[in-house]
């Protein structure tokens, strides 16, 4: 009977150390003491990252945490956290997790990180209209759904899951993370994301860029380990303002005769290729290799020279370069600008020299004094030696102007 009864007061100690142990857990993890919403204090924070929990039982006896970490646990359920309505942050990355917010989760919540969890899901975050960041990479998602009408959503990441096509996203997103899925196309799912700023579609199976024409905010663009085979098929975003910063790396496109400095003529704009700055002398030499004033230069060549043969002076010419398909033929002046030029009327208005004031000129005859010496100055830069044949023929009075 004695035995008995000591087993028993045994088992209740027992019992009772473990109570005490998690108790303790949780109080070690908390910090940060500041005011709450009644004016008293209170913890705020608590961290029980890599603890082996399987379990977060207790921690709802903190109704004042506003800001906590789970990660790197055994975690399958956050109900326990349902009696706290003040939580701004919560971290759950690496866990068992299989529903995204399975508890009474408050509706201002800022910050939530589900990564490296069980979801398959994304379920329907409407409620949480204050949510900023979401991260839920590494998990096996396949479809953006639930928060198209997140208000306040700016950065979502949804790296390395089952993500076949972009669609359902709010128009606050600021940045999107959709490396390692299945994206094929990038299709309409873009249309009207204003802010969006940065955008990484690494490793997945995309080989043309169409639909993203309308990114007008876009200045950071991720595309390593795709399907881009083709210098043409950057068109899209030609007319990106603000794109400084894309990578290619690991798509077929990089293996181009002069890849680089076609993709700094193609897109001037860029600060960054690949990881690396573009520099000045690239943008200068992509400039003269396929720069569109060669069409000013060969119409001033013929008409101070008209029984003359224009000589291109270029380092590199389209020969040299390897051709392009018909199919993809977006800009038949980046391959081979200095044949057959184009009329006046058929040039970009974004010639990135044409002189306007040239093109007026339309005889000899209608050149004064001074537009010649301004023409004669604009010729010594690309004519070279030839243009010093002028000097004798000037002498000769073989070219007369009217005043």
Do not use: W
């Amino acid at each position: 009977m004695k035995t008995a009864t000591n087993l028993r007061n045994s088992m209740r100690s027992t019992k009772s150390a473990k109570q005490v142990v998690e108790e303790d857990a949780i109080k070690s993890g908390l910090s940060h003491l500041g005011p709450c919403e009644t004016g008293e204090y209170a913890y705020l924070h608590l961290s029980l990252k890599d603890q082996n929990l399987t379990s977060i039982a207790g921690v709802e006896k903190f109704i004042h945490l506003q800001h906590i970490d789970l990660s790197k646990n055994r975690i399958t359920s956050l109900r326990p956290l349902s009696s706290i309505k003040h939580l701004l942050t919560l971290g759950a990355a690496n866990n068992k997790l299989t529903k995204l917010l399975d508890f009474d989760a408050p509706q201002n919540l800022l910050y939530v990180d589900y990564s490296t969890n069980l979801l398959t899901s994304m379920g329907n975050l409407k409620r949480h209209k204050y949510i900023q960041i979401l991260k839920l990479d590494q998990n096996s998602i396949s479809e953006i759904t639930g928060i198209d009408e997140l208000p306040n959503l700016q950065f979502l990441s949804l790296n390395e899951n089952k993500i076949t096509y972009i669609s359902g996203l709010p128009l606050s997103i600021q940045q999107l993370y959709l490396a390692h899925n299945q994206i094929s196309k990038i299709g309409t799912g873009l249309q009207g994301l204003v802010n969006l700023r940065i955008l990484d579609l690494s490793y997945n199976q995309i080989s043309s860029l169409r639909g993203l024409e309308e990114s007008e905010s876009l200045m950071t663009l991720l595309l390593r380990g795709n399907g881009i085979r083709k210098v043409n098929s950057l068109s899209p975003i030609v007319d990106l303002a603000l794109l400084s910063d894309i990578d290619l790396t690991e798509n077929p496109v990089v293996e181009k005769q002069m890849y680089r400095l076609r993709v700094a003529y193609k897109l001037p704009q860029l600060r960054s290729l690949d990881n690396e700055h573009v520099t000045a002398e690239e943008k200068i030499k992509a400039e003269n290799l396929y720069g569109l004033d060669l069409e000013d230069r060969m119409a001033l060549f013929n008409q101070i020279f008209p029984n003359q043969t224009f000589v291109d002076r270029r380092t590199f010419t389209s020969e040299m370069l390897d051709y392009e398909s018909d199919s993809d033929r977006e800009d038949l002046n980046f391959i081979d600008q200095y044949q057959a030029p184009k009329s006046s009327a058929s040039r970009s208005s974004s010639s990135r020299i044409g002189s306007s004031r040239l093109s007026k000129v339309n005889s000899r005859e209608s050149i004064d004094s001074v537009t010649m010496g301004e023409i004669l100055a604009f010729s010594k830069r690309y004519v070279g030696d030839l243009i010093e044949k002028i000097d004798s023929e000037r002498a000769a009075a073989a070219v007369s102007f009217v005043p």
